[in-house]
């Protein structure tokens, strides 16, 4: 198992040393990895054995109970990645490494806005989620709503609201614990990224904030309603990556030697603020159409497409105009199922045939 480690982690460091415009610090540790399932063994190797920082690896011995929430929350980001960009040529595919993303979650393209935001979402959902469930004992869920609410428009706060308050904190602490780059030569790309990295996390828990919403239950003589209690609750974090993606759709390009603060790119809509819940990238995306091994990016050929989609799936756009082969699939089903008294059921067997497409 050690040795498995130590070779991804070696594996993750050549890659980087052969693509100068990474980050150079991913090597030493990217805690997103822990949600991956390559991750299994990290009962056993403790948090000194994780690819964290040294800070991250301070904080995951200081707090030992909340490692598996950080998991969970690793491994829902990484899970809504692959959900939300399925049809899409790039679709969130990961590697064997500690990179997880490979090239994208340094490439500083909009799809590497993307990953972050979602990876510092899925801590704040998976953290807050287990204090309501009272599952750590630095936080609970929210009762501080109770006395407030509006009797005269007949509802008030209560029972248990989702405190997002420790979990927003917790990713920004841990995400910014990671370790900082240290090659003097990067210096000003570098701070351009690291603004990037600051900017999407920050967005992907401005995310989970914004679509916190108002659960309420009626009380009152045979379900009149004279009575509402209402709480907060999180969006499920499937509704949480839909907003993301399209906040990725709209991302902002920035330059890249702002300083700390991010200036758009385009100089006429330079004047048009970037809020704190869009997304920011420095480099434009290539178009995925072709694998490039270097930059670990796949290609679409072979790919499944959708003849009659004009939407990102059809072949038209993920084949990039290169056409598709069709091969015939043939499914056996049980169908006409009759119930037979008594008491069993009779089914015959179907054949359909469906035609698959995939990119040439
Ligand atoms: C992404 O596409 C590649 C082919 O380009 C395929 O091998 C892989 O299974 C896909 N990954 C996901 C998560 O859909
Ligand atoms: C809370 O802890 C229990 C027992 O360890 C676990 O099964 C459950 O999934 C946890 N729930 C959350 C939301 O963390
Ligand atoms: C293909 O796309 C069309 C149009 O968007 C849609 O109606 C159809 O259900 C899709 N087929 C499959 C197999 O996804």
Redesign the pocket.
């Known amino acids: 198992m050690e040795k498995g480690a130590s070779f991804g982690l070696f594996r993750c460091c050549m890659l980087f040393a052969v693509i100068p415009i990474l980050f150079p610090y991913h090597c030493q540790g990217n805690w997103m990895w822990l949600g991956s399932t390559a991750s299994g063994i990290t009962e056993k190797m403790g948090c000194l054995g994780l690819p964290l920082s040294n800070k991250q690896k301070d904080l995951c011995k200081r707090k030992p109970n909340l490692l598996p929430t950080i998991k969970e929350g690793a491994r829902i980001g990484i899970y809504e990645c692959q959900n939300q960009f399925k049809h899409e040529r790039w679709n969130c595919s990961i590697t064997n490494d500690y990179s997880v993303f490979g090239y994208e979650l340094t490439s500083g393209t909009k799809e590497s806005a993307f990953i972050l935001a979602v990876m510092a979402a899925g801590l704040v959902h998976s953290v807050t989620r287990a204090c309501s469930a009272g599952n750590l004992t630095e936080c609970s869920c929210d009762r501080s709503r109770q006395s407030g609410g509006s009797a005269d428009e007949g509802w008030h706060w209560g029972g248990c609201s989702d405190d997002i308050q420790y979990g927003l904190a917790f990713s920004r602490k841990f995400i910014h614990s990671s370790e900082k780059p240290s090659s003097p030569d990067l210096a000003g790309e570098k701070e351009a990224r690291e603004t990037m990295i600051l900017h999407n996390s920050e967005a992907g828990r401005q995310a989970v904030s914004k679509l916190l919403s108002v659960n309420c239950r009626c009380h009152g003589v045979s379900g009149s309603c004279a009575v509402k209690t209402c709480w907060k609750t999180m969006s499920s974090f499937d509704k949480i990556g839909q907003f993301l993606k399209e906040k990725y759709e709209h991302s902002v390009q920035i330059l890249d030697r702002s300083k700390k603060k991010v200036r758009r790119k385009d100089k006429v809509q330079r004047k048009v603020p970037v809020n704190r819940d869009d997304l920011v990238h420095i480099k434009k995306s290539p178009n995925y159409c072709v694998e490039d091994k270097k930059l670990g990016i796949h290609g679409t050929r072979g790919r499944q497409c959708?003849?009659?989609?004009?939407?990102a799936?059809?072949c038209n756009l993920l084949c990039c105009g290169r056409g598709y082969n069709t091969h015939v699939v043939r499914h056996v089903e049980r169908c006409d199922c009759k119930f037979v008294w008594c008491c069993y059921v009779r089914c015959r067997r179907c054949e359909t045939m469906?035609d698959v497409h995939t990119c040439k």
């Open positions: 959708n003849r009659t989609s004009p939407a799936d059809g469906t």
